[in-house]
């Protein structure tokens, strides 16, 4: 069982590394989209999935670290799943500001259009542009807007993250003390073994002597009757 226990530690760990990494290229990506937006919306529906299975495999970590009969292990693997979702925290930071960042750059890419397009067009033709930008500003908004949404499940999730975090340490704070606690008792209960196994010591040397003492009288008495000559 504890051979098992291991390998799916291992496996989960290593499962947790790769989401890690592919989140990270995610939001790399996101950084450096340019547009169109419908490919800004795969990239963050990518993202989130990512976050969702990594998410899912720190639950199954946490659940393995209760499972533990030593509380080294159990120390060790809620350690671990602690570390992870610290982790999970700095990406969903990093990812924000990534949408930020691609936000701005795309405002900037329609503001020059509009400019581009102004130079070389009569006044119709500049209208007809500015209606047609500001149906794209309309998209974005609403791209955005989807973006925001998301973001803000994320944040909710990492609020739930930070809370069940709190507890996990809470949790590791109260065993450890419980483990202090144990620990003084069995120490005093070995004093007291101890104590008990000298008394038994005592107790027997005391009655050795006795019959020792018991015997030296009634050899003395019969001696007299017996001997009395002697």
């Not at 299975?53 to 602690?82: C, F, G, H, V, W």
């Not at 994320?154 to 809470?170: C, F, G, H, P």
């Amino acid at each position: 069982m504890a051979a098992s226990s291991d390998v799916n530690v291992r496996i989960c760990a290593q499962e947790m590394i790769k989401y890690d990494l592919e989140i990270k290229a995610g939001v790399q990506d996101i950084r450096e989209c340019s547009g169109p937006h419908s490919h800004l919306m795969q990239l963050n529906c990518h993202v989130k999935d990512k976050f969702n299975q990594l998410r899912r495999r720190i639950q199954d970590l946490e659940q393995m670290a209760r499972e533990q009969d030593k509380e080294s292990d159990r120390m060790s693997i809620q350690a671990e799943a602690e570390s992870q979702r610290r982790q999970m925290l700095s990406n969903q930071t990093a990812w924000r500001k990534a949408n930020l960042a691609c936000k701005m750059s795309m405002d900037h890419m329609a503001k020059d259009e509009l400019l581009r397009e102004g130079e070389g067009h009569n006044v119709r033709a500049r209208k007809a542009t500015k209606e047609s930008l500001v149906g794209s500003s309309s998209n974005i908004t609403e791209s955005l807007m989807s973006i925001s949404r998301m973001m803000a499940e994320q944040v909710k999730q990492s609020e739930d993250s930070i809370s069940t975090l709190a507890t996990s340490s809470r949790t590791v704070q109260e065993t450890n003390e419980e483990f202090k606690s144990m620990t003084g008792t069995i120490h005093l209960g070995r004093k007291l073994i101890l104590k008990y196994n000298r008394r038994e010591l005592t107790d027997k040397l005391l009655i050795f002597l006795a019959l020792a003492l018991f015997l030296a009288t009634v050899l003395y008495i019969l001696k007299k009757r017996l001997f009395p000559f002697i």
